[in-house]
């Protein structure tokens, strides 16, 4: 069993910003031109997968190398979302100016990096106390 601390709320912090990401603006391609995400149907569908994974895996903490694993698998399809944003963001003949939600997926993915550190220090302290017994 794991303590299951702080990990928790990076988790749920990745899947608010996903979330959020997959409804806003992606940027301007000039003053009468915005692009938004849900216009993209695979960029939206690739960002929601991300925040329902990141979700499923906050409740996969009786297992914790499912819960990394779900987690890592969320980390690449949050970069996934990101090259994807980028590819449609600058696909025409004018790069466009992104908007500030464009952050979220980059927040998303160091909240991830830090869960993960979290659910490895855990597995170390269970590992430690067992060792102990």
Do not use: H, W
């Amino acid at each position: 069993m794991m303590i299951q601390r702080i990990q928790s709320l990076y988790l749920l912090a990745a899947a608010i910003l996903m979330g959020y990401f997959s409804q806003a603006k992606l940027g301007d391609i000039s003053e009468n031109i915005s692009i938004n995400i849900p216009d993209n149907t695979v960029l939206m569908i690739v960002t929601i997968l991300a925040a329902v994974l990141f979700f499923i895996s906050i409740f996969l903490f009786k297992n914790p190398k499912k819960q990394k694993s779900a987690v890592y698998a969320s980390m690449v399809i949050t970069l996934a979302s990101i090259i994807t944003g980028a590819i449609i963001l600058c696909s025409g003949e004018v790069c466009g100016t992104p908007a500030v939600a464009c952050s979220c997926p980059v927040i998303a993915f160091i909240a991830a990096m830090l869960a993960v550190k979290g659910i490895k220090r855990d597995e170390k302290i269970i590992r430690d106390s067992e060792r102990i017994r």
